[in-house]
């Protein structure tokens, strides 16, 4: 059963955390003023892979589900948000891509829930999950015409562009900022809503929660749907911030970011992600930068130290930042409980 | 025929060469306080995986309000208004006390499916839930995670998820296994209390004197064969069950 810890936020919000949110959220609308074009390139990235990892953490953290082929969502997204906007680059031709990968994302994760709730059990599912990754990402790689190949596909933005929005750094920051705002509160709405406490109950025990009456197998289509749409959409933004598309974003590299962003922020919070995509943005920046200045070769490989950070993290705090945050925060209530009920006999 | 809410005929199931039930051919009456009792090894949980859906019988065929539901799936045996609960407590452990009854309680009310509004602004849902509680006597305990629960308590829980599904019929399967033996009088009442409610209840039990004031009827099962099926006094007099309680000792009868 694991440590008796509750690892999500789902009390009523209150004044006080209203307050502190409008001020955290006016700080990140006005930092960016006096950031560079790299930092803003970073925070950025930041913004859209904690949507990323949020979607990643509807099937994993709420409804125990591992899937390894997320990143054909997010990679989809990234493709046709260049596809389109090369066409044109306005807001219309974004919102046509959003439509796009919208019904892509729904077929998409329909189809791969009636293929992977076929087989029984966790592992059988990943596997299969992983195996369609590859395929998609095969596909992608062959399909020059389209995909560009392996030399992948720029995103041109011409002269007579009209949304700084996708051509001016600040704007596309803006963008990618009200983006995870409204991503989150979506996503928040869904987990809150009678369906995603279904899911929690899938991922508790799934056998009682088919006794409580609930088709589980429909619950997990509803959450594959919806954890599809919001990686092929965070993958449409980071089109305009990346304004490039390769297989690589369709790959399995890009599902273990996913997971990455969920382990290291804390699985089945939800806000975890974006402490994740943080740590897990920040580090990457970090250590290129490092090896741009100190040119030391072993700085090449980030993957070597990103991965042995993330091996002591999940070693020390393995519910995560955020995790580990409500297990101190519980740990404290009940020391405090403790002390106040000292004389009264447990009930 | 219509007071009749459960049927099975001939109805068996084997495990290899194990008849773990075998040829069990009851009919339940509407209203009634049924209790199966029997050795371990009797039969009984499987008996209640065969009604409930969650084994595939070998033999036989169940009847549920006149309905063949032999090949029904569990979840629409649920939906057609049959509830159980389970011998191994069987709760969402990371979850709280209230959350586990509301995840039954809003199954009940039919809102499970809806997307995008908050779970906690369903009233009736929330009703439902605290009268569950209120009725399980856990009240103290709604924020506690079930993991935390005392096993007493998550007996309790246990049976909560499935008094929120309001089922017609109550499948129950020893309620009050491994309990405290103080507390198994308020396990009596809280049955006792869903039965007047005119709920059909299905009981599986080890110990007769637990039963034999509460039950309508008794069914004794063994080596997963009905050995005697009547009233209470009837049945704790039959020779044979005597002959199976003070001979084999396999009914624990002695025990209070
Ligand atoms: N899935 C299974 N596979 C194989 N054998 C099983 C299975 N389920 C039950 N059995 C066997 O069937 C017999 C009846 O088991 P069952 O659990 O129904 O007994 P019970 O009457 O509920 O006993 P208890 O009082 O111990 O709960 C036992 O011998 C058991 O080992
Ligand atoms: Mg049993």
Known sequence: MGSNVRLSFDKKPELPKLIALAALITVFLVIPQFMRNTQLIMMSRIFILAVYGMSYDILRGYTGFINLGQAIFFGSGVYMGVIFLNMQNDLWFFMMAAGSIFVASVIGGYVMSKIVLRTGGVVAAAMVTLALGEIVRNIAERWRTV???????????????????????????????????????????????????????????????????????????????????????????????VRFANTDYLSITYTLNALLITLVGGTGTLYGSILGSAFVTWIQNFLLDLNRSLGWDILRYPMLFVGSLYILL?????????????????????????????????? | MSDMILRTE?????????????????????????????????????????????????????????????SYKAIDRIAAGMGRSFQLTNVFPMLTVHENIRLSAQSYSKVGARLFRSHRRYDAVNSKTDEILERVLLPHRRNALAASLTHGEQRKLELGMVLALEPEVLLLDEPTAGMAIEQVPVMIDIMRDTHQRGTTVLLIEHKMDLVKQLSDRLVILVNGKVLADGNPTEVSQNPEVLKAYLGGGVLDATTA
């Open chain 1, 314 to 347: 999940v070693i020390f705090m393995p519910a995560g930042l955020l995790g580990g945050f409500f297990q101190l925060k519980n740990w404290w209530d009940r020391k405090r409980l403790s002390r106040a009920t000292d004389n009264t006999p447990e009930a």
């Open chain 1, 147 to 241: 995909t560009g190949g392996q030399d992948g596909l720029p995103l041109r933005f011409s002269r007579v562009a009209l949304e700084p929005l996708f051509t001016t750094r600040l704007g596309a920051y803006y963008f990618a900022f009200v983006f995870l705002i409204v991503m989150t509160f979506a996503l928040r709405a869904f987990v809150l809503s009678p369906t995603g406490r279904v899911l929690q109950a899938i991922r508790e025990n799934e056998q009682r929660a088919r006794f409580l009456g609930y088709d589980t197998q429909k619950y997990k289509t509803i959450a594959l749907i919806v954890s599809s749409v919001a990686a092929g959409f965070s993958g449409l933004v980071f089109a305009v911030i």
């Open chain 2, 10 to 70: 001939h109805l068996g199931v084997s495990f290899g060469a194990l008849k773990a039930v075998n040829d069990v051919s009851l009919e339940i009456e509407k209203g009634k306080f049924t209790t199966i009792l029997g050795p371990n090894g009797a039969g009984k949980t499987t008996y209640f995986n065969l009604i409930s859906g969650l084994l595939k019988p070998t033999t036989g065929k169940i009847f549920f309000k006149d309905a063949d539901i032999t």
